[in-house]
T-cell receptor, first 112, second 115 residues
Framework: QKEVEQNSGPLSVPEGAIASLNCTYS??????FFWYRQYSGKSPELIMS????GDKEDGRFTAQLNKASQYVSLLIRDSQPSDSATYLC????????????FGKGTSLLVTP | GAVVSQHPSRVICKSGTSVKIECRSL??????MFWYRQFPKKSLMLMAT?????????EQGVEKDKFLINHASLTLSTLTVTSAHPEDSSFYIC???????????FGPGTRLLVL
């Protein structure tokens, strides 16, 4: 299985700060990348998808992709306590009908 | 966004019994559905890919005779855990994908506890 690596954390940031989450992947042929947020005991919810090199912004979230470095990141601006969750990086697996290969997730704690 | 439901949300059963979990896409037709499993403090692991009207494709290490998957319609896939054992206790999550878009929509998950 191709690997998706994330720092497990926990990453602690104060309220209002920028949280930076990183992910690397091993399959150089990967084309589609996703960030999901998972609260304890719940299923993942999609935050962003990114397919091209560069930045993609959606509200307080910015995803960054660098295929040459096999690196994906997620920035959360103006972090809120409600952003405290586990953030999962996922990479599409084409051989499995476009299923997702998930990293282990980074736990984010936003302190008031 | 699209909605995927799962039933039941939580089930407790005795060792040796079988449990069926349903996954439904409520407002779109899902040609492909996926079944994942998540153990505590671990990430989601793909178990199988299910295409409507055909046999599921199982990931390496997942027993197809133990985890029976049926995708009988474009809106329903079922996972049956046969002869469940305590080590099968986990959080089972399905997702569904529309035919022409890449976004997967996840169900709320089913927490299985085998005693």
């Amino acid at each position: 299985q191709k690997e998706v690596e994330q720092n497990s954390g926990p990453l602690s940031v104060p309220e209002g700060a920028i949280a930076s989450l990183n992910c690397t992947y091993s399959d150089r042929g990967s084309q589609s990348f996703f960030w999901y947020r998972q609260y304890s005991g719940k299923s993942p919810e999609l935050i962003m998808s990114i397919y091209s090199n560069g930045d993609k912004e959606d509200g307080r979230f910015t995803a960054q992709l660098n295929k040459a470095s096999q690196y994906v990141s997620l920035l959360i601006r103006d972090s809120q306590p409600s952003d405290s969750a586990t953030y999962l990086c996922a990479v599409e697996i084409r051989r499995s009908g476009y299923a997702l290969n998930f990293g282990k997730g980074t736990s984010l704690l936003v302190t008031p | 966004g699209a909605v995927v439901s799962q039933h039941p949300s939580r089930v407790i059963c005795k060792s040796g019994t079988s449990v069926k979990i349903e996954c439904r896409s409520l407002d779109f037709q899902a040609t492909t559905m996926f079944w994942y499993r998540q153990f505590p403090k671990k990430s989601l692991m793909l178990m199988a890919t299910s295409n409507e009207g055909s046999k599921a494709t199982y990931e390496q290490g997942v027993e197809k005779d133990k985890f029976l998957i049926n995708h009988a319609s474009l809106t329903l896939s079922t996972l049956t855990v046969t002869s469940a054992h305590p080590e099968d206790s986990s959080f089972y999550i399905c997702s569904a994908r529309e035919g022409v878009r890449e976004t997967q929509y996840f169900g709320p998950g089913t927490r299985l506890l085998v005693l």
